[in-house]
């Protein structure tokens, strides 16, 4: 395993997806990684890599502190959801039950929803709490476009994302959510899973999970396409 490794979307550990290699680390350790991942969710997210960072690359640090965030973001799902809890929770909280949490990355607070959806040509002021909800949830230019824009805003996390290249998750972590508790949690789990990694070959693949089925299926399916070409070689020797 190398640090060096660039991501490209989905990639293989060793001989096993990336979401296949995490699900086994979840379950070791259930402690550290408390969600279970929801893969096609994640195999979407990185589907479209490019949408949400701007890159058609990105470094293994960067895939991992993005990966981490969405991941305790999201509870694992990996779904571009709404903060939970009733409105006279959020109503209790500084930011309010409008400006609550959104997102793959949860944008949070009243002026950051303007700065980032005037930059995807939304007026904030102009829609409700449902609106939000419904934009976020259902529309991928915003879904998509609210983390790339998040992650390159100077007034956002620019600094910290960059700095995930040089391994900072805990300084990535603590701007995005405001807890240096949290940056080191986020810090812990990239640790972990980078030793995890280590003498595993890491390889980008258009496959996404194990190649074990990847190989079933391509004998089945050479399997299908001989027994269809044999069918029509009968066919034709009795015209």
């Not at 979401?19 to 979407?44: D, I, M």
């Not at 009243?110 to 007026?123: A, W």
């Not at 939000?132 to 529309?139: G, M, P």
């Not at 100077?154 to 959510?177: D, H, I, P, Q, V």
């Amino acid at each position: 395993m190398s640090r060096s490794f660039v991501v490209t979307g989905n990639f293989w550990v060793g001989e096993v997806g990336f979401a296949t290699f995490f699900t086994g680390l979840q379950k070791s350790n259930p402690g550290l990684f408390p969600h279970k991942l929801n893969v096609e969710g994640y195999e979407h997210f990185m589907y479209h890599l490019k949408a949400w960072s701007s890159k058609k690359a990105i470094s293994l640090n960067e895939f991992l502190g993005i990966f981490l965030a969405v991941y305790q973001e999201t509870g694992g799902k990996f779904e571009s959801i709404s903060e939970y809890g009733s409105k006279e929770y959020f109503e209790s909280k500084p930011y309010g039950y409008k400006a609550r949490g959104r997102g793959y990355i949860q944008v949070t607070w009243d002026y950051n929803y303007r700065l980032v959806l005037s930059q995807l040509g939304y007026n904030y002021d102009a829609l409700s709490s449902e609106e939000l909800d419904e934009l976020f949830a259902k529309n991928s230019k915003v879904a998509f476009g609210s983390v790339r824009i998040m992650l390159l805003e100077e007034k956002l996390l620019k600094k910290a994302y960059e700095g995930l290249s040089m391994g900072n998750f805990a300084g990535f972590g603590t701007k995005l959510n405001g807890s240096s508790a949290y940056g080191q949690e986020l810090e812990n789990r990239a640790l972990y899973i980078l030793k995890a990694m280590q003498g595993k070959k890491l390889q980008n693949s258009v496959f996404l999970r194990n190649k074990d089925k990847i190989y079933k299926g391509i004998a089945i399916g050479s399997v299908m396409l001989a027994l269809a070409m044999m069918a029509y070689a009968v066919y034709r020797n009795r015209q």
